[in-house]
């Protein structure tokens, strides 16, 4: 299946903004994060399709998942 | 320490004696408690019965990272409520230094003339001033630190207060002369009705303020400060990318309102985004980080150049680019930059000079994404043109001028950068607050959307009112202490750092504070606005969301589904 992934902010350091991932059926958040060298702890931020979801949040086919470092702001 | 009393109507100044009950208060507690005593909720905001209450924070001008934040309060004439705005810049810890605990501006000048007020050591001159009348707020910091000297601190209003509208702010120097924002509620209107066109600071031999037990407050601000360093957000994110990294984080959530709070996402998001500003930034050597007063180790602010490589504007926050760019449809940064240059010089709000032009498009006056055409209409605000001072009025205002019935406001003040029915606990917070639709008085975007302190989901209803109230009393506490609200990132995260805070107050002031009688500081100040704004006429039916939010947004299809019952449990504790 395919998703789309997109990086941010430090995240994108020496990888991506937005890629085509190709996965096996069932993949979860964290095979995405794997997949890309990403530290487990670096990622504080998951949405899948723009809504919050945990690393062991099973993915379909066309989902997009979103992962943000620790950020704030005003 | 003393409170100063500047009476505008008989041009005197007296110093007075702290009162008991002012003792423990700083910062928003304190400007509160002033109104609330001094002021009569029911008078005409621009008259003169208002008065103006300058006050550090209960930190100011110690060694605790963070904590030279200035509270400015009076009777808002945008909102008609008790407001407090607070801003970093180099005045908090000049009036500590001089031993000034607030200074309370009453009376309006009889004479039709203009005034500058010097704070020094000695007391206060008010002079008459010709000079600068009609001048925007850079030159007024330029000419002042040429006359006084780089180590002056200086609060200027530009044309924007002068004329009086309800969008206007009061603008303070930052250390290396840009301009931080006492943004939201027109006080920059209260100064410029009371005729005083700048106020400067000399600290030079300043007494300094009082500190009871000084290793017991070293030994806690160490740790505070080791807190704010770890913390990835307020050590890491905001010092690289600043605010605007959140352009992003709620264009994915679906939460960042765009064109006029119809859609939760923007096309153009990744052109304005934190992300493209600091490679902007960076590319044309601009500063990517510093901070806004002497002691910020978050620095979360920049400097921006244009494509010259030369300055165009500094403080350049989420709130602004989100407004202009995707409230407004606009998505070129170095318009916005522009368009946020010129608003600091003029002395406007940008939040709600965004939610006025918002409205202008909805009126067919501007088209949308038509960034050149805000900045013909701020040149207008700037001119005093007829035009100009209905845009300045604030959206209400423009909407009703020109029929506009969609106007994204809560008790008149535009509601920032994070749409209420994709973020439920900003929506109640922007309900609920005394100050009008306000992010920072109680600020769940943090829970909902950015994990800190918690995780509750922005797309449903359960645990916002219960979080929302939390954060108002803990942030009136904050705001009291003249701690810059982003310290909030690693204290909702760290009992070290909140316990720490506590032991500052007791080892600077002598008491015995627990962790409850810091938040019952938050409930107090809390339960004094409520108690003026019901004085000055509000009532449950003012803590509603505009209209509009009945519809649903995409892409989640959210909808506000918060009664108005459970609205009005908010502020019951």
């Not at chain 2, 407001?83 to 009036?95: D, L, P």
């Not at chain 2, 959530?253 to 990744?270: S, V």
């Not at chain 2, 494509?307 to 602004?320: I, M, R, S, V």
């Not at chain 2, 994204?408 to 535009?414: A, C, H, I, L, Y």
Request: proline residues 4%.
């Amino acid at each position: 299946m395919q998703v789309d992934v997109k990086l941010f902010a430090s995240l994108r350091e020496g990888r991506f903004e937005s890629e085509k991932a190709e996965l096996e059926n069932q993949s979860r958040v964290i095979d995405v994060i794997k997949k890309y060298n990403i530290p487990l702890e670096e990622v504080h931020i998951c949405l899948v399709d723009g809504r919050d979801a945990d690393t062991e949040h099973v993915l379909q086919d066309g989902n997009t998942v979103s992962l943000f470092p620790p950020v704030g702001g005003a | 320490m003393k409170i100063y009393r500047v009476n505008m109507s008989n041009l005197s100044f007296t110093q007075e004696e702290v009162p008991e009950e002012w003792r423990l208060l700083g910062g928003r507690g304190l400007t509160s408690a002033i109104v609330a005593k001094e002021v009569d909720p029911t008078c005409n905001p621009l008259g003169s019965k208002n008065k103006l209450v300058f006050a550090p924070g209960l930190f100011a001008g110690t060694m605790v990272a963070n904590s030279g934040r200035l509270s400015v309060g009076a009777k808002s004439p945008l909102t008609g409520g008790i407001k407090e705005s607070n801003a970093g810049g180099t005045a908090a810890q000049r009036f500590a230094k001089l031993g000034v605990k607030a200074l309370i501006v009453e009376g309006i000048p009889e004479e039709d003339k203009w005034y500058c007020i010097h704070v020094h050591k000695d007391g206060v001159e008010i002079k008459e001033e010709t000079e600068l009348l009609g001048k925007g707020n850079y030159e007024v910091i330029h000419t002042m630190t040429a006359r006084y000297g780089e180590n002056t601190g200086v609060m200027t209003i530009g044309q924007a207060g002068e004329y009086k509208l309800s969008t206007a702010n009061i603008s303070v120097k930052d250390p290396k002369g840009h301009i931080r924002s006492a943004g939201r509620g027109g006080l920059g209107a209260v100064m410029g009705s009371k005729r005083i066109k700048f106020i400067t600071l000399d600290d030079n031999d300043g007494a300094g303020i009082e500190m009871k037990d000084k290793e017991k407050f070293k030994d806690a601000a160490r740790i505070f400060n080791k807190a704010l360093l770890e913390h990835p957000v307020s050590g890491d994110a905001l010092p690289k990318y600043g605010t605007n990294v959140l352009v992003n984080i709620l264009n994915e959530a679906g939460g960042l309102p765009t064109k006029n709070f119809r859609m939760g996402r923007f096309d153009g998001a990744e052109k304005i985004c934190g992300e493209k500003m600091y490679d902007t930034i960076v590319s044309r050597n601009g500063d990517p980080t510093h901070g806004c007063h002497v002691g910020c180790i978050i620095r979360c602010s920049q400097t921006y150049n244009d494509k010259d490589g030369k300055y165009l504007t500094a403080g350049f926050e989420y709130e602004t680019i989100w407004g202009f760019g995707a409230g407004c449809l606009v998505d070129d940064l170095d318009i916005i930059a522009r368009i946020d240059q010129m608003c600091d010089d003029i002395g406007l709000d940008t939040i709600d000079t965004a939610g006025t032009m918002m409205v202008a498009m909805e009126a067919g006056l501007l088209p949308w994404g038509d960034g050149e055409g805000i900045i013909k209409f701020v040149e207008e605000i700037k001119e005093g043109s007829h035009l100009g001072r209905i845009l300045g009025n604030g959206p209400n205002f423009t909407g009703k001028a020109f029929g506009v019935t969609r106007i994204p406001t809560v008790k008149g003040q535009t509601i920032p950068a994070y749409d209420p029915r994709a973020v439920k606990g900003i929506g109640v917070t922007y309900a609920t607050t005394t100050m009008g639709a306000d992010h920072t008085a109680g600020y769940a975007v943090a829970t909902n959307i950015l994990k800190v302190g918690g995780n509750i989901d922005p797309l449903n209803k359960e645990g916002q009112i219960e979080l929302s109230r939390n954060l108002q009393i803990a942030t009136a506490s904050i705001d009291s202490s003249g701690l810059c609200l982003f310290v909030a990132f690693a204290v909702l995260d760290s009992e070290p750092a909140s316990h720490a805070i506590i032991d500052m107050v007791n080892a600077q002031y002598g008491t015995n504070w627990s962790v409850e009688d810091w938040f019952d500081l938050g409930r107090s100040v809390l339960k004094t606005e409520i108690a003026f704004n019901k004085a000055a006429g509000f009532t449950s039916k003012d803590d509603r969301l505009p209209e509009f939010v009945a519809e649903s947004i995409p892409p989640h299809d959210a909808v506000w589904d918060i009664t108005n019952e459970e609205l009005d449990q908010v502020l019951q504790f």
